[in-house]
C-alpha cells in the first residue's frame, strides 16, 4: 500500500532562514507527487508538483521540492522563510492509473518567528 | 483551474440529525472526491463521487452514513447522516480537472460542529 510520511509535527525557522519540510514515501511505481499549504480556517492550496523530469520543482510562494528517488523523498524548501508562510503543509501521492486516489501526510505545521 | 464552492462553510448541527453538504465547480471535472478532516488531523479520503453512479467508499465509510450524490460532471452532494460529535470536522470536496496532471484542487471546506 502506498503512503506518505511527514516526518517533523512542527517545525519552527527564523524569518529570512531556509526553510525545509520533510516528506518521504512509499509506493509501488512511478509517483506523482505533490505540496499543499492550509492557512488557518481554509482548504487546501496547491504549491506545486513533480511528475517527471527535473528532480527540482519550483511552486508557489518561492517554494521549491526537490525528488530524490534512492532516498524516496520529496523535501519542501524555500530559501528565505517569510511570517506568511507559517500555515500546515501537507505532502501528498499519487500513482497514476491505480485508482487515482491521493494520498496525503499527516501535515506539518510550520512556524516561521519574526 | 477549477473554482469549487462549498456550502454551507460551516454549520453547528444537533445530535441525530443530517446535514447536506453542496459542491459546486465552474467547469466539467474528471474526478471528484470527498475529504475528511478531523480537528488536528490529516485529511481521510471518504469516497470517489462517480457521475451518474454509486459513489466506491474507502474503507471505514459506508453509504448508509455518507449518502453522495454526483448528478453531473459539474456537481455533487454529501451527507452526513445521524450525526453524532465525533462527525465534528471539516469535509472538503476536492477535484483531478482534466489537462491537469492528476494535482487535486480544493473548496473551502465545510465546517461542521455537532453537539
Known amino acids: 500500500a502506498q503512503s506518505v510520511a511527514q516526518p517533523e509535527d512542527q517545525v519552527n525557522v527564523a524569518e529570512g532562514n531556509p526553510l525545509t519540510v520533510k516528506c518521504t514515501y512509499s509506493v509501488s511505481g512511478n509517483p506523482y507527487l505533490f505540496w499543499y499549504v492550509q492557512y488557518p480556517n481554509r482548504g487546501l492550496q496547491f504549491l506545486l508538483k513533480?511528475?517527471?523530469?527535473?528532480?527540482l520543482v519550483k511552486g508557489s510562494y518561492g517554494f521549491e521540492a526537490e525528488f530524490n528517488k534512492s532516498q524516496t523523498s520529496f523535501h519542501l524548501k524555500k530559501p528565505s522563510a517569510l511570517v506568511s508562510d507559517s500555515a500546515l503543509y501537507f505532502c501528498?501521492?499519487?500513482?497514476?492509473?491505480?485508482?487515482?486516489?491521493?494520498?496525503f501526510g499527516k501535515g506539518t505545521r510550520l512556524h516561521i518567528l519574526p | 483551474s477549477a473554482v469549487i464552492s462549498q456550502k454551507p462553510s460551516r454549520d453547528i448541527c444537533q445530535r441525530g440529525t443530517s446535514l447536506t453538504i453542496q459542491c459546486q465547480v465552474d467547469s466539467q471535472v474528471t474526478m471528484m472526491f470527498w475529504y475528511r478532516q478531523q480537528p488536528g488531523q490529516s485529511l481521510t479520503l471518504i469516497a470517489t463521487?462517480?457521475?451518474?453512479?454509486?459513489?466506491?467508499?474507502e474503507s471505514g465509510f459506508v453509504i448508509d452514513k455518507f449518502p453522495i450524490s454526483r448528478p453531473n460532471l459539474t456537481f455533487s452532494t454529501l451527507t452526513v447522516s445521524n450525526m453524532s460529535p465525533e462527525d465534528s470536522s471539516i469535509y472538503l470536496c476536492?477535484?483531478?480537472?482534466?489537462?491537469?496532471?492528476?494535482?487535486?484542487?480544493f473548496g473551502e471546506g465545510s465546517r461542521l460542529t455537532v453537539l
Open positions: 501528498a501521492v499519487r500513482v497514476p492509473n491505480r485508482d487515482d486516489k491521493i494520498i
Open positions: 463521487a462517480n457521475q451518474g453512479s454509486e459513489a466506491t467508499y
Open positions: 476536492s477535484v483531478i480537472q482534466s489537462g491537469y496532471a492528476g494535482e487535486l484542487f
Open positions: 513533480y511528475i517527471t523530469g527535473d528532480n
